[in-house]
């Protein structure tokens, strides 16, 4: 395994345009009251950054590895979300939900059925479970079924992260870890989202969802470093 120090000093400088267009965001923190496609630009732009990072590593790259190619594909997803997100409030909402469950089914796939770990599949089954029982009385109409079906994917997103660690039979990675905490984050992201949305103001809540969001898509593309180690291992095997 690759030590994650020598994997700092190679991928660090990759993401420093990611670091600076997060803080570029926070800085300009423009008003949700009134979306423009400039105030999408500066939401979508550390996602803009992470497509470059993975881009950074060569097509060739990405050509080799399906992982790669499908966190990438989530990436842009996630970026079109973003955006249909802006003007959630002029009907886009359930747009960006769309954008995003496509996301959660790409980084599932990425993310491999291989092992399956049922302990870690119950205990996100359960954490899903109650989420959406504390949404179901605040859903109507539409709302009620779409949600169940987003939690549902994000949920599975979530598992088959977690499943990959088996931190107890030190069969990880760190980028493995990457995946795991990126995942989580987004649940956390998306759960902030859906209480400040359906059930009631959250405190902070726009900078809670953000902080998690970006945070959760750099971990989970720099899980995509772990394919290009391996495809490293087998050249020199």
Known sequence: MVSPVTVVKSEGPKLVPFFKATCVYFVL???TSSPSWFSALIKCLPIFCLWMFLLAHGFSFLGASS???KIFAGLVFSALGDAFLIWQE???FVHGLLMFAITHILYSSAFG????NV??????TAVSSVSYLLLYPYLSGPFTYLVAVYVGLIGFMGWRSVAGLQLANDLWTWTKLCACLGAVLFMVSDLTIAVNKFCFPVPNSRAIIMATYYAAQMLISLSVVECQDAEGARKSA
Not at 113 to 116: A, Y
Not at 119 to 124: C, F, I, K, Y
């Open 29 to 31: 923190w423009l008003p």
């Open 67 to 69: 992982n790669a190619r």
């Open 119 to 124: 302990t870690a599949g119950l205990v996100v």
């Open 90 to 92: 002029q009907g886009y």
């Open 113 to 116: 059925m291989k092992p399956v």
